[in-house]
Nanobody, 117 residues
Framework: QVQLVESGGGLVQPGGSLRLSCAAS????????MGWYRQAPGKQRELVAT???????NYADSVKGRFSISRDNTKNTVYLQMNSLKPEDTAVYYC???????????WGQGTQVTVSS
């Protein structure tokens, strides 16, 4: 059974920081591309950041220079370090695991991030 379990969300003031974690189980983690997506109320889910099995990263323009994605293959965990948070970063953040060659994709249940004073 595949599980992606996010943690680390919460309420933070503008300018603050949070680190999200996503622990994966049931998949060969090291061959999966991992990503973080977010969905704000009334909006579509959007890509935040991805990291491939070769550690190549990609970021949405809105988070470049503020967010950093990383992975620890020994812990089957992907992280999203979020700095200089803005109210517009408020959303449910979802972890994604994808292996295009195998045609497999999985989602976590999401973790709420709220940026507010």
């Amino acid at each position: 059974q595949v599980q992606l379990v996010e943690s680390g969300g919460g309420l933070v003031q503008p300018g603050g920081s949070l680190r999200l974690s996503c622990a994966a189980s049931g998949i060969p983690f090291n061959i999966y591309a991992m990503g973080w997506y977010r969905q704000a109320p009334g909006k579509q889910r959007e890509l935040v950041a991805t990291i491939t099995s070769f550690l190549s990263t990609n970021y949405a323009d809105s988070v470049k220079g503020r967010f950093s994605i990383s992975r620890d293959n020994t812990k089957n965990t992907v992280y999203l370090q979020m700095n200089s948070l803005k109210p517009e970063d408020t959303a449910v953040y979802y972890c994604n695991a994808a292996q295009l060659r195998l045609g497999r994709e999985y989602w976590g249940q999401g973790t709420q991030v709220t940026v507010s004073s």
